[in-house]
């Protein structure tokens, strides 16, 4: 997956130009009115961060993120689940809870993320169906009416399905970018597994 900007953050500054005084010589008062009005306007190349800037903050130069390669990594996999049903009480997580590493390479060799910023990394997770391959993300509420065309659908993955980038140490000790979901459950009974999909939100 690559990374392309879809817009430009900011247009290139401009700086402002300068006061313009009379063609007379300006008296004294008039001369230090002057000067005075020129020390407070502010310096918007300050004030103002260029496009060049941000992208190079966020990307090294060293570093060609077109480049890169990214793999995403199951560490640790949900096996089980217990079916919470359609009410909100004794809602009980998938375990073990899922923890996916995020690993980027450029020409098979590892990048140094230090410098990055894992919060603008997301990871969204959908549910599917084992057997069939089709996203179980909705299900029929069963007070609905299977009579009438319009059912009334909700969320067959109830919890929060995105999850932050954080910086975390394995269990060896090696820093990396991270995404573990905490709160994941499933209302129905059956065999499903779980699509990651990565978004960058940095651009």
């Known amino acids: 997956m690559e990374h392309r900007p879809s817009s430009s953050l900011y247009d290139d500054h401009v700086r402002p130009g300068s006061l313009q005084g009379s063609s007379s010589s300006p008296s004294g008062s008039q001369a230090h009115r002057k000067q005075k009005a020129e020390s407070e306007?502010?310096?918007?190349?300050?004030?103002?961060?260029?496009?060049?800037?941000?992208?190079?903050?966020?990307?090294?130069?060293?570093?060609?993120?077109?480049?890169?390669?990214?793999?995403?990594?199951?560490?640790q996999q949900p096996v089980r689940a217990r079916m919470c049903g359609f009410g909100e009480k004794d809602r009980r997580s998938i375990s073990p809870l899922p923890f996916v590493r995020l690993d980027i390479t450029e020409g098979g060799l590892p990048v140094n993320t230090d410098e990055l910023d894992p919060g603008f990394f997301v990871l969204s997770a959908t549910l599917y169906e084992y057997k069939t391959n089709q996203d179980a993300s909705l299900v029929i509420h069963p007070t609905s009416n299977t009579s009438f065309p319009r059912q009334s659908c909700t969320k067959n993955?109830?919890?929060?399905?995105?999850?932050h980038g954080k910086r975390l140490?394995?269990?060896?000790?090696?820093?990396?970018i991270w995404f573990v979901y905490q709160d994941l459950s499933v209302r129905t009974d059956g065999n499903f597994y779980l699509k990651f999909a990565l978004t960058y939100v940095g651009w």
């Not at 306007?41 to 990214?70: C, G, H, M, R, V």
């Not at 993955?157 to 999850?163: D, E, K, P, R």
């Not at 140490?169 to 990396?176: A, F, H, V």
């Open 41 to 75: 306007t502010p310096d918007q190349a300050l004030q103002y961060a260029t496009k060049e800037k941000i992208l190079s903050s966020l990307f090294p130069p060293s570093n060609d993120a077109s480049k890169w390669k990214y793999d995403l990594v199951v560490a």
């Open 157 to 163: 993955l109830v919890g929060n399905s995105y999850a």
């Open 169 to 176: 140490k394995d269990l060896d000790g090696r820093w990396g």
